[in-house]
């Protein structure tokens, strides 16, 4: 029996290893890691992350060929295929600071992998690493492998957050990267021999090691683009009367540009896009490209721009000044679906507001007050460290109130800014949120998904990313 030991149960470990256990009834699958309350959760009835189809699959398979365990080396030793899948922070002092990747916990794993080896393993990248770290890892490997052969692939995870367990069922494409000589093609075969039991031969791509990694810095990078594109007309749209809606429409019609990713928002989030881009730029300042660093630095800073003129259009429309007023902030995590907030651009606006010295109230359906209050307090780029090891938030801040309920959070409030897309704001009794607001009421909608026609008809003064504007916002432009 093939066996498998996946170090790091995040939000890519976790339903990865799930999905493979469900797949493949052969392999008996560990999942470890060193935070005793994550293992915690995943053996209980509360798994750690919140993500659509993951509680059923996991019911499904744990106890019988699944298994989360904080016996970090004893299942690492007994594994074939040990994946790591651990956090890789964007470095925040030293050399390459804000852009290089941290490997700190790449490396400790990769020691320990080599100290507690008896037998030869093929060690499997799964975090999204800066290309060459395979080789780093191989060197660390060797040097230490007491005779063991190890052999490194690269197997990047495409699965996004709020779709994983679909994107692992049916993915695009699965990604193998490893060496050219006959032991590195073995390993990749060992490695499609898992993927094979569920996934269509042509889907899964083989390359070398370095084209795995970086298509996977390519693959977040394009991705990101097409939303900081979209997102620089939408300032444009403003500008002219042009509606974002009616422009991604017709520019995704274009078969070779298509429809996905074309969507308008107050930014991207999530714990890939930023770090993979200053990952890439920093790989190619490395590699003595500067005009190809700067070309991919412009979509983060059209990301940070995007945030800024979304809080400035708040503050300007409402006489230039939020302090001591109430805004309901509805939804915190970085997309609908998932209570991950890592890079959210809720925290960016958030701290806008509060810089301003506005009241925020707070209501998201699978965030709570601590994570929150921790976001608020903690400093860029900390969020990516084990738990254990991330500073301790100071107390929380006292303009922050976290509430359970929209109607709650909107009562008395001055205005309101949607920053997440979840279903259930496309459903809210805006009348009723309207009757208990301070006039005039403002919504902002960061995420176009109100009915702005409705709302204006309710007497709201509706501001929607990259729309016409109401004649009160014009009358009130946003100061860069
Ligand atoms: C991303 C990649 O999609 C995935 O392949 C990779 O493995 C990890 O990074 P994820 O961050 O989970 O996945 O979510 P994604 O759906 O890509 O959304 C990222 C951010 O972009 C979110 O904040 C989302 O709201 C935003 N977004 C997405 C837009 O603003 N507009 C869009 O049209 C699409
Ligand atoms: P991702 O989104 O990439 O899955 P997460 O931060 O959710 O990232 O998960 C990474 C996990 O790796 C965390 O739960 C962390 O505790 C764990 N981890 C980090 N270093 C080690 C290590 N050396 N051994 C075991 N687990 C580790």
């Keep these: 029996m093939v066996k498998i030991c996946c170090i790091g149960a995040g939000y890519v470990g976790g339903p990865t290893m799930a999905v493979i256990a469900l797949k493949c009834p052969e392999i008996e699958v560990a999942v470890v890691d060193i935070s005793v309350s994550r293992i915690t959760a995943w053996n209980s009835d509360v798994l750690p992350i919140y993500e659509p189809g993951l509680d059923e699959v996991v019911k499904k398979c744990r106890g019988k060929n699944l298994f989360f365990s904080t016996d970090v080396e004893k299942l690492v030793s007994e594994a074939d295929i040990v994946f790591v899948s651990v956090n890789t922070p964007t470095k925040t002092q030293g050399l390459g600071a804000g852009k290089a990747a941290d490997l700190t916990y790449w490396e400790s794993a990769a020691r320990m992998i080599a100290d507690v080896s008896k037998s030869n393993k093929i060690v499997v990248e799964k975090s999204t690493v800066p290309v060459k770290t395979a080789e780093a890892i191989e060197k660390i490997l060797n040097h230490n492998s007491k005779g063991i052969d190890f052999q490194i692939l690269s197997n990047p995870e495409f699965l996004a957050e709020g779709t994983a367990i679909q994107d692992l069922f049916n993915p695009d494409r699965v990604l193998i990267g490893g060496r050219e000589t006959p032991e590195g093609q073995k390993a990749i075969e060992a490695l499609r021999d898992v993927y094979a039991n569920w996934v269509p031969a042509d889907r899964i791509i083989c390359t070398n090691l370095w084209s795995a990694e970086l298509s996977k810095l390519a693959a977040n990078a394009f991705l990101a683009q097409r939303i900081s594109s979209v997102n620089a007309m939408s300032a444009l749209c403003e500008a002219t009367g042009a509606d974002v809606s009616q422009v991604s429409h017709a520019v995704g019609k274009d078969t070779r540009i298509g429809p996905k990713f074309l969507n308008a928002s107050v930014g991207f989030g999530g714990s890939c896009f930023q770090k993979d881009i200053l990952n890439l730029v ?8 500067p005009e190809v660093a700067n070309y991919w630095k412009q979509v983060i800073k059209i990301n940070d721009y995007q945030k800024t003129r979304f809080v400035n259009r708040i503050v300007s429309s409402m006489f230039n000044t939020v302090s001591g007023k109430k805004i309901a902030i509805l939804g915190f995590a970085f997309k609908k679906d998932t209570g991950d907030t890592r890079e959210t651009p809720a925290i960016d606006v958030c701290k806008g507001l509060l810089g301003d010295k506005a009241l925020l109230s707070i209501y998201d359906p699978q965030v709570n007050e601590e994570q929150i209050q921790r976001d608020l307090a903690m400093k ?10 991330q500073p301790m938030s100071p107390t929380s801040i006292k303009q922050v109130n976290v509430v359970w309920d929209t109607y709650a959070a909107t009562k008395d409030a001055h205005g309101v800014c949607i920053l997440t897309e979840w279903d259930e704001f496309k459903t809210l009794d805006y009348q009723r949120i309207y009757d208990n607001m301070r006039k005039p009421a403002f919504i902002f909608d960061g995420r176009n ?13 509706v501001y ?17």
């Design 282 to 289: 920093y790989i190619c300042e490395c590699n003595g490209l």
């Design 449 to 461: 998904i109100v009915d702005e026609a409705k709302l204006r008809e309710i007497g709201f003064i």
């Design 464 to 480: 929607s990313i990259g729309k016409p504007l109401d004649q009160w916002l014009k009358d009130m432009p946003a100061v860069a």
């Design 380 to 389: 860029k780029f900390d969020w990516d460290h084990p738990v254990h090891l």
